[in-house]
């Protein structure tokens, strides 16, 4: 259905809530000015945003406590119950990307850097399937090839 000027409901939706997609560096800058404008940059220490980031991880748990495994797109659950997940991810979210910024940390960078690390210690061939730490996955590790070393190589 079209709104005025054109737009679908689904645009602008969208639009109020800050469009399709999110930049980490968006976040920074929004959560930057958050603490800034309510003079909070004195708490946020590195040590203080991790214990917030803990605290926030612990409340994300305590979502899925006793509720044993669940399915993917968490079919049995309510409206309600999601909205509420997705405040407690948002939470960790935020507490990550402000943590990251006040250490200087261009967290997509190291999120990229991890994920090609990862894929170097767990090559395909050797551990589709598995759920194996690279350390125990069969000739991964031996003494002509050290997996840390050829990481550190490549990257």
Avoid at 55 to 64: H, K, N
Avoid at 110 to 133: D, H, I, T, W
């Amino acid at each position: 259905m079209k709104g005025e000027g054109g737009n679908s409901d689904e645009d602008s939706r969208k639009e109020a809530v800050g469009g399709g997609g999110v930049t980490i560096e968006e976040l920074q800058r929004k959560m930057a000015e958050f603490a800034r404008e309510r003079n909070w940059d004195q708490f946020h220490s590195p040590r203080n945003l991790l214990l917030a980031l803990v605290g926030e991880v612990g409340e994300l748990s305590e979502i899925f406590q006793w509720k044993g495994e669940v399915p993917k797109g968490l079919p049995d659950w309510s409206v309600a119950e999601k909205e509420h997940l997705g405040e407690e991810l948002s939470d960790v979210l935020l507490y990550l990307v402000r943590l990251a910024d006040i250490c200087g940390v261009d967290l997509g960078e190291a999120a990229l850097r991890k994920v090609k690390k990862n894929g170097l210690k767990y090559p395909v061939e050797r551990c589709k399937g598995s759920s194996k730490k690279y350390t125990q996955l069969a000739s991964v590790v031996n003494e002509e090839f050290r997996v840390d070393n050829v990481i550190d190589e490549y990257i």
